[in-house]
């Protein structure tokens, strides 16, 4: 198999940020299993949300590579270059979240509902986790909440990409399948 890598360089930089990745996200599954303190459940949010936004930004990548969908607004599709993850290293999780709601046939209602929840959720958390409007046992009661949410999209978003990798995308029918398999996901 050739290798998918630019160069040797991009090659290493990908095998780092995954071996931090699987770190993360060993130390961030083993901190949700503790219950005593409140510290745990909040950092789990923080850093469980924080993985789904990374998550997010690779998803548009692969919406673009996986199938030339149309933009909501577009008079035809356009051919177009996909976006590369790095392209939002520095963008918010609202605007990836507005990146991903572009996209029609695929992203349901549902998933951009649950998008939507999780950047509210999130904004409002951090922004007071040490104010005083907000009681300890609030904040783990939002950090439960915002877990079940992360858990979700992660879910949802694994169902989009089964869809897709189950659809040739360049057969002239990918389009009707995949408008057929949105309909049957959000009947459920």
């Known amino acids: 198999m050739d290798n998918i890598f630019r160069d040797k360089e991009a090659q290493e930089k990908y095998i780092q940020q995954r071996v931090k990745i699987d770190q993360l996200l060993e130390q961030t599954g083993a901190i949700r299993k503790f219950k005593g303190e409140p510290v745990f459940v909040i950092s789990a949010f923080i850093l469980t949300s924080q993985y789904v ?3 997010l930004r690779s998803f ?4 673009d590579s996986v199938t030339n969908m149309d933009l909501k607004g577009a008079k035809s599709k356009i051919e177009r270059r996909p976006r590369r993850p790095e392209q939002f290293e520095k963008k918010t999780l609202g605007q990836t979240i507005n990146a991903i709601k572009e996209f029609r046939g695929i992203i349901t209602q549902d998933f951009k509902d649950e998008l939507d929840k999780l950047n509210q959720l999130r ?3 951090i922004h007071h986790l040490y104010s005083s409007s907000k009681s300890t046992s609030e904040l783990i009661t939002d950090s439960r909440e915002g877990l079940k949410v992360c858990d ?6 694994n169902l989009i990409l089964d869809q ?4 040739d995308p360049s057969s002239p029918t990918a389009k009707a399948k995949i408008d ?3 309909k049957s996901t959000t009947k459920k």
């Open 53 to 55: 936004e990374f998550t």
């Open 60 to 63: 548009i990548f692969l919406l």
């Open 123 to 125: 904004i409002d958390f």
């Open 152 to 157: 979700s999209i992660l879910d949802k978003k």
């Open 164 to 167: 897709l990798f189950a659809i």
């Open 180 to 182: 057929e398999g949105t």
